[in-house]
């Protein structure tokens, strides 16, 4: 059985297969001498990955930084309060000017291609691993643009959506205004509510000339 598992790739499928082996071993041998050992061996199961994983990271050292922060991203999500996070965090942590480079590179060209939730994400990346860093304050203030400008994306497309029915679409962007005062793009809502009044006034014009012309009273040149 120990060979069996030791010949076994530490890979996606390691846990529940060595942990097979070992449970069909008990069943088979249920008074068995090795119980103890088994069962801590099972436990181990979790630390071993988690030092095959570490290991692995030796690899992306060498890798360019965008694999680099991935690969380690990668270890921390896989294990959270694994052995070896302390010094993963702290591979992360001076990598931060490399992080901060890569992010102002990003920034622009998820800005341009309105892919908001990857900004904000790279964003929050940023600031969970360098709290303290000294551009910390800077990426905040980018990240508040991101939500602002996805914010008001949304706002504008869920107004294009209701199509001529302008009072909604008035209601939904005066209400934007009012919860968000310090929007960087009030001058695009407010442009576009211009429009929208521009829209009510002529719908307004063209009710009451409807009405005119279905007066049987007015004369058809009128």
Same mark, same amino acid.
């Given at each position: 059985?120990?060979k069996?598992?030791? *010949?076994?790739?530490?890979?996606?499928?390691?846990?529940v297969?060595?942990?097979?082996?070992?449970? *069909?071993?008990?069943?088979?041998y249920?008074?068995?001498?090795?119980?103890?050992?088994? *069962?801590e061996?099972?436990?181990? !199961?979790?630390g071993?990955?988690?030092? =095959?994983?570490?290991?692995?990271?030796?690899?992306?050292?060498?890798?360019?930084?965008?694999?680099?922060?991935?690969?380690?991203l990668?270890?921390?999500?896989?294990?959270?309060?694994?052995?070896?996070? #302390?010094k993963?965090e702290?591979?992360?942590?001076?990598?931060?000017d490399?992080?901060?480079?890569?992010?102002?590179?990003?920034i622009?060209?998820?800005d341009? #291609?309105?892919?908001?939730d990857?900004?904000?994400?790279?964003?929050?990346?940023?600031?969970?691993?360098?709290?303290?860093d000294?551009?910390?304050?800077e990426?905040?203030?980018?990240?508040?643009?991101?939500?602002?400008?996805?914010?008001? +994306?949304?706002?504008?497309?869920? =107004? #294009?959506?209701?199509?001529?029915?302008?009072?909604?679409?008035?209601?939904?962007?005066?209400?934007?205004?009012?919860?968000?005062?310090?929007? !960087?793009?009030? %001058?695009?809502?407010?442009?576009?509510?211009? !429009?929208i009044? *521009?829209?009510?006034?002529?719908? #307004?014009?063209? %009710? +009451?000339?409807?009405?005119?012309?279905?007066?049987?009273? =007015?004369?058809?040149?009128?």
């Amino acid at each position: 059985m120990l060979k069996r598992i030791s *010949q076994l790739p530490i890979d996606a499928d390691f846990k529940v297969v060595a942990s097979d082996l070992y449970n *069909q071993f008990l069943e088979k041998y249920p008074d068995t001498k090795y119980y103890s050992e088994i *069962q801590e061996k099972m436990l181990d !199961i979790p630390g071993l990955i988690d030092d =095959v994983d570490f290991e692995m990271l030796e690899a992306a050292a060498n890798a360019d930084f965008a694999n680099r922060i991935e690969a380690y991203l990668g270890y921390l999500m896989k294990h959270p309060n694994g052995r070896h996070k #302390k010094k993963v965090e702290a591979l992360i942590k001076n990598m931060s000017d490399d992080y901060f480079a890569l992010l102002m590179r990003e920034i622009p060209r998820c800005d341009q #291609k309105e892919n908001w939730d990857d900004c904000i994400a790279l964003c929050d990346n940023y600031l969970d691993f360098f709290r303290k860093d000294s551009n910390t304050a800077e990426v905040a203030e980018l990240k508040t643009v991101m939500e602002d400008k996805k914010g008001v +994306a949304e706002l504008m497309a869920k =107004v #294009k959506s209701l199509g001529d029915r302008f009072v909604m679409s008035k209601k939904i962007l005066t209400n934007y205004l009012e919860e968000n005062p310090d929007s !960087i793009q009030v %001058e695009k809502i407010k442009e576009t509510l211009a !429009i929208i009044q *521009q829209n009510l006034a002529m719908n #307004k014009e063209w %009710e +009451a000339l409807l009405q005119y012309s279905q007066d049987a009273r =007015v004369d058809f040149d009128d």
